[in-house]
């Protein structure tokens, strides 16, 4: 007999058979079927925060290295709204995520209540969008936005009107195979003429080309057919400035990030041909007079692979195709001279200490050039681990992104290297990591500071600044607590001033798991 169900669970039924285990939930008065469908319908992990943007921040985190789509749970329009600026991230960092936004009931919407907006509209700008227009159709319009998400490896937002979520209609049961119809993110594959085309160009530029990898060319398998490359035809490697996920370390090639600022990215790819594996073709930030925008010399790309391409397995048989398949991968360089246990904390030793303590499998969620940088030259040498950073530039990504991987990741230590400014933007991930027992360890690098701004300014001629400028990029007046503000949310907290502070408390922190926080007074 067939069993009665509301649309919420429907919706919920749906999600399960396309393999959603998480939904990060931020909800309001328009989603209170589907809060309760969560409870009704087994399989699929609710988790609390406290604001929008930490919720999609970490269903980006989740995915990252989960590899399929968590979903969110939001509030119309303005709860949408709130969440834009990871969605932005995840849309550049290629990350498969549902949002799913509970409207108005559909009778009520024409009368324009208070917290009616164009749910639509907003949704575009990082996304496709489906909507629910009968109860009928829930399931399938559901399990279409799931698979959106994964095929074009985005962000994908369902609208589902609150009546349409109460509604109970008859639902047989789900037949046996529907178990196996999980949707997973894939790649498209790169045809053989075309990477038989690139290996002729590759081969005739020799030392003179430059490979840059992104997307899963940053993988380990990546990597290594990357480095057999380098070291048959000595070409010069590099990652993406912003990887969604590399991995680094255990062996791999010593592969840097492109620098962030255009003059040295220009002097950096000015070589000769190059050659972009599953990364965006490379441009500036910020357009600045007197600079170009796309920073390889005009002609010079060679595109392997698109970002949604399979950059990896391009890579494979581009180093079969040059001979390269048995290249021998130079080991990475021995770390630097450890620095003295009574030293300050600057970036660079903080890279150089956490880079040292990584253990084996971890996780680093990096957002902020203070230690981002220092700590990326430094863990060529660490353990395998993997990093994620930010993609889309928008802050307040780095705290969401290490909640959202250690969900993914039970079993891996999270570190999350953030800068204070951009963590202000998020704190309330604090409180999730608590809930959770997320096992994330928080580096905040505070030097109570918008450094970045201080250079731009300086960049743009402004060497002497006056007193608004000084305070626009101050966070000293009054000076920001993080030990205070962790405890507040119930994360155990500490402050580190020296070398051998940091090294205690960040080995301390990872061996006890569950979340803490380090405050590095910079």
Known sequence: ??????????????????????????????EMPLVAALDRVPGVRAVLGLHENVCTGAADGYARIAGH?????????????NGLANLHNARRANTPLVNVIGDHASWHLPFDAPLTSDITALATTVGCVRTVRDRAEIGAVTQGAIDDAHRMLGVSTLIVPADFQQEQAAQPPAPEQDSETESRAGRIRVGSDHIKDVAARLREAGPRATLL?????????????????AASLGTVLFGETYPARAERGGGLPNI?????FPEQAVAALDRGEVVVAGAEDPVAYFGYAGLPSLLAQPGSLI??????????EALLELADLLGAGAARIPAPAAMAEAPAEGDALTGRTVGQV??????????????????????YSASASAPAHTVLTNTGGAIGQGLPCALGAAIAAPDRPVIALQSDGSGLYTAQALWSMRRENANVTVLIAANHTYNVLRTELERHGNTDFGPQAAAL????????????????????AERAGTVAQLRTALTDAVASGGPHLIEMAL
């Open 256 to 260: 840097d990030r492109l620098p962030y």
């Open 213 to 229: 990898l992104g997307g899963n060319g940053l993988s380990r398998l990546g990597q290594e057919a990357a480095g057999r490359i």
């Open 69 to 81: 789509a968590a979903m969110t749970v939001l509030h119309l329009g303005p709860g949408l709204a």
């Open 1 to 30: 007999m067939d069993e009665a169900v509301t649309g919420a669970e429907a919706l919920v039924r749906a999600a399960t058979r396309r393999g959603v285990r998480v939904c990060f939930a931020n909800p309001g008065t328009t």
């Open 473 to 492: 990029t101050s966070l000293a007046e009054p000076r920001i607590d993080w030990v205070a503000l962790a405890t507040g949310f119930g994360v155990s």
């Open 354 to 375: 956490v880079a040292a303590c990584l253990p084996e499998g971890a996780i680093v969620s990096v957002e902020g050039g203070t230690c981002g940088y220092p700590f």
């Open 303 to 312: 595109r392997l692979a698109r970002p949604h391409e399979d950059a990896e």
